[in-house]
């Protein structure tokens, strides 16, 4: 007999209530939403919840892992060669871009940024699949450029330096955007990425600079 959770009708309820949670979740949080608010956004009865996904966090769980699936720069397009300012640029863009993506949905990145500051059991994944392969990145990058001789330390805190500017910029961009309208809109973009890459690169060959003159 076929599962009647996989007909089209079962499947269509299935997207509006993660699309809605989804917006819900990014508005409210976790522990802020409530199954009405998400169903009544979703335009379907109580029941279809528990017949779906059991309870709110299951489906807070669904949700979480439909935002991972929705792949923004792929690590792919960085640009593994050339001068380490091109690279350096190249993987800044692909971070922040993101965010620009009028593919993305709106409630993505509100979504994440709840999840950072209100951490959930989906933090592993999210940690996992979505930042750690962009921090190893970046990780790797900043020990080219400040060479061998750097300690761990010091490279870990450079990375987390750049990093943090482009978090800065894709989970507090509301703070941003009342601080500092003018800079904030999308017509920006290339210059927020320009900023970051020349900010980042003038502290990592600061950095080398020191390190070359400590070792004379």
């Known amino acids: 007999m076929p599962n009647i959770k996989d007909n089209v009708a079962a499947q269509q309820t299935r997207r509006r209530l993660v699309e809605a949670a989804g917006q819900v979740f990014a508005r409210r949080g976790l522990h802020g939403a409530t199954i009405k608010q998400i169903t009544d956004k979703a335009q379907v009865n109580l029941a279809a919840v528990n017949y779906h996904f059991k309870d709110k966090f299951a489906l807070y769980a669904a949700v979480i892992r439909h935002a991972l699936s929705i792949k923004g720069s792929p690590l792919e397009r960085i640009a593994p060669t050339g001068s380490p300012r091109r690279r350096m640029r190249s993987l800044i863009a692909g971070l922040i871009e993101d965010i620009y993506d009028p593919a993305r949905p709106a409630w993505l990145t509100p979504l994440l940024a709840h999840e950072f500051t209100e951490p959930t059991e989906a933090i592993t994944e999210v940690i996992d699949e979505l930042l750690r392969p962009r921090a190893d990145r970046v990780h790797g990058l900043v020990r080219f ?64 600079a020191v390190r070359r003159r400590g070792a004379k």
């Open 145 to 208: 450029i400040v060479g061998p001789g750097a300690s761990e330390q010091q490279v870990v805190r450079a990375a987390m330096s750049v990093l943090s500017q482009c978090f800065m910029i894709l989970y507090n961009r509301q703070v941003l955007q009342r601080l500092y309208p003018e800079l904030m809109g999308a017509d920006q973009k290339r210059q927020i990425i320009d900023h970051i890459t020349q900010f980042s690169m003038a502290g990592l060959e600061s950095l080398r």
